[in-house]
Nanobody
């Protein structure tokens, strides 16, 4: 079965850190661009951070700049989202997505329709609260 499975979410205090994992099953992440999205309660799902496999570019959207980092480990067929300095406003369900388009990270984060991604994970809850 071809799928992405996220893990690593949970409850963290403000100022803390979390690393989310996104494991690809049934296919290799090599050649796939990956992105992390999040959806806060009552809000639309939005892109947070995107990585392009075509040109190795990374695009950070809004609050991710300077606090979040994305990486891809082909040996473990896993993408990661490292989050630091977490704030209550970061509370959301986090999703990973993968696509084979030969585009820049900017395109993936800001232009690509969400219904055109090849794979989505099921989401993992991140709650930032004291």
């Amino acid at each position: 079965q071809l799928q992405l499975v996220e893990s690593g979410g949970g409850l963290v205090q403000p100022g803390g850190s979390l690393r989310l994992s996104c494991v690809a099953s049934g296919f290799s992440l090599e050649g796939y661009s990956v992105a992390w999205f999040r959806q806060a309660p009552g809000e639309e799902r939005e892109a947070v951070l995107c990585y392009s496999a075509a040109d190795s570019s990374t695009d950070y959207v809004g609050p991710a700049l300077g606090r979040f980092a994305i990486s891809k480990d082909l040996l473990n067929n896993t993408a990661y989202l490292q989050m630091t300095k977490l704030q209550p406003g970061d509370t959301a369900v986090y999703y990973c997505a993968a696509a084979r388009d030969r585009k820049s990270a900017w395109f993936f984060c800001r232009n690509k329709p969400q219904n055109e991604w090849d794979f989505w994970g099921q989401g993992t809850q991140v709650t930032v609260s004291s």
